[in-house]
């Protein structure tokens, strides 16, 4: 693996949509305790079900420390490959490389990760085995690495389709946590030079009481060049209508690299989801503190879903909406299978929901090749 | 990868000879200070010299753990794989899998590891980590695994010529420290199932003072089918002459499973190699007991060498007899270079030595497929 330090867009390689052909797909298995509810095992269950569906149609790698790797083996079907790592929590979106292709190799860009806001508003600490995964991952899979450690990104605030076109937003990437020493214009010129964008669009905040500071990935997604989905509610008494309200003004009044207008679906929110007593008795807390507080309302969308070759996997929340959500992303998807995420016992998107994301936060494509597809 | 619980010669799948040709190479970084002197930094120069030579006709796989990845990444070359993996030492050859193959597929074998006799003469204490590394790389690699964790042995402690015959001594496999319970002809039923032998010779004992129980391959080594080399001396005085007269003769005496003699080739020892005082002062104690003392004699022997695809790289000790065995090695290896491990500067042998073992104790070959190669 060699470490590049030259920029990927002038190296001519791009980031492909999510809804490119993958080779592949990363996660990390969950272990962290003020993470992860009643010491994990519901977490486990949720991750394992969802790579038993994204295994159906492309290989799947989890990363697991050693005190995991025993049951991360047991746990998971033979054909999925599982190899020792360190990680400080289980977001694979956000610590795992973000793979660039010239159309002939792949390459892995390894951001700089301060688990969301570094000491100004960051969720915990140390994150140093978080910010160390993305070239390990590179080196596994073969691809050699740009280092652009000294920018702070994750792959959960950025959304392309392969034409151009970057999705962001104003809350996360000009938060003072990650790159305050940077203008808007010097992370613009950043975001182009690495994934090979020329035009970004700037929504301006994500899903209400996001603690990552608003990731794209929570609130909105291409589902094809120009068309996006955004997390809506027709309730103006909820603070995200204003939010999604807003967004919605910002696309419909966008144009992409391609001069194309955008096109937006609305994709109805679940019922606000809201953290119990109960969950935060299952919580151990960090340094002495809670990380959860009874009545907090979690971040909970149906836009974090992931594209696999072959599905489209939705968060569900035993909402009246869990159907239309999935409905919606079928006919939006008419090639692949969509599938609300759950068991004949179990709604599992909570489980996770209460770690902080959903399904598109512990999870990274490695994009293919043609040949390799 | 499938853990498997079949016998690999059931299966169709055999453990050609090393000097078949190999798809790679595993290592792992050096770290422990009770086994390498002065923090580690002369091991791991030896080890970086041998990796450059052996990566250049194979691909070579390092595993890391996570405190010392990034000086592993950094002090090896970029066409170096390094992967995190955690471990107790660094003896690639005992703790990495066996392979085996039926000609169409490469599959690992996970023996049980007890660092060299468990409780009753083990080195260090405890081994799990180590033992628990043969199927994370069968994971990496891409091959199934045999799970033989139920039987204690080590790759060192073995030598086949790829045509059913295996090598090892009496000394190592039938210590008590490893698989008491069993018989001589149970140990050989194990060795003929998993490997696919049908003759194996026993040797009485390896090196002297070697503290692995006399691991074969610091004694003997196949070159070629029929053919051996044997570690040797002339003088009557050496505790290691009586030692390597014995194997002589039953080398001498014995026939392979094709039924051939067996050419036996005299490598001339080393003078014997000392631990000094100031060795000690650079190894740290393992649980307050020093695991060296001056004047021991540490098991020193040109046999250790490695065979890869384009060289065979053999221990350089500032004898006499380093350039002879060079020769003779180069003279029984006509299709590969023959090198001493050395640079300007420094023997890199003794730096190895000091741990335990040499170069062959510190790699594992993988296997290839026709294909590969």
């Excluded at 950025?158 to 990650?178: A, M, P, Q, W």
């Amino acid at each position: 693996m060699k470490i590049l330090k030259t920029n990927a867009a002038d190296d001519g390689f791009y980031m492909p949509a999510e809804f490119s052909p993958h080779s592949g797909c990363i996660l990390i298995w969950p272990h962290r305790r003020d993470s992860w509810q009643n010491g994990g095992y519901a977490a486990r269950r949720a991750f394992v079900e969802l790579i038993k569906i994204i295994s159906l149609s492309e290989r799947v790698t989890v990363c697991a420390r050693y005190e995991d790797y025993d049951e991360a083996r047991r746990c998971l079907p033979d054909h999925v490959r599982v190899v020792e790592m360190s990680s400080d929590d289980s977001w694979a979106r956000d610590v795992a490389p973000t793979f660039v292709t010239n159309g002939k190799e792949i390459r892995g860009i390894d951001w700089g990760f301060n688990a969301w806001g570094g000491l100004e508003d960051g969720l915990y600490f140390p994150w140093d085995k978080d910010n160390k995964m993305a070239r390990k991952i590179c080196d596994i899979m073969d691809t050699d690495c740009y280092d652009c450690r000294d920018f702070i990104l994750e792959g959960g605030s950025i959304h392309t389709d392969g034409e151009g076109t970057l999705l962001t937003t104003e809350e996360c990437l000009l938060s003072k946590g990650r790159n305050p020493h940077m203008t808007k214009e010097e992370i613009e010129h950043k975001l182009c030079s690495m994934l090979g964008v020329s035009k970004i669009i700037w929504l301006k905040r994500g899903i209400y009481n996001d603690e990552t500071n608003g990731h794209i990935d929570n609130i909105c997604a291409f589902t094809a060049p120009a068309e996006v989905v955004l997390a809506w509610t027709d309730d103006e008494n909820d603070p995200q209508y204003e939010i999604s309200k807003e967004n919605l003004s910002i696309l419909e009044n966008s144009t992409d690299a391609k001069g194309r207008r955008i096109t937006v679906h609305k994709l109805p929110q679940p019922s606000p989801v809201y953290v119990t007593e109960n969950d935060c008795l299952g919580l151990d807390n960090m340094n002495g503190e809670p990380t959860r507080t009874a009545g907090e309302r979690l971040a909970a969308s149906y836009v974090n879903f992931y594209i696999s070759n072959g599905h489209v996997i939705i968060p569900q929340f035993g909402d009246k909406n869990d159907e239309k959500a999935v409905e919606i992303l079928q006919s939006l998807f008419p090639t692949r299978k969509a599938v609300g995420l759950k068991t004949e016992n179990a709604l599992l998107a909570r489980d996770i929901l209460i770690g902080g994301g959903n399904i598109h936060c512990i999870t990274q494509q490695v994009i293919a090749l043609n040949s390799d597809h």
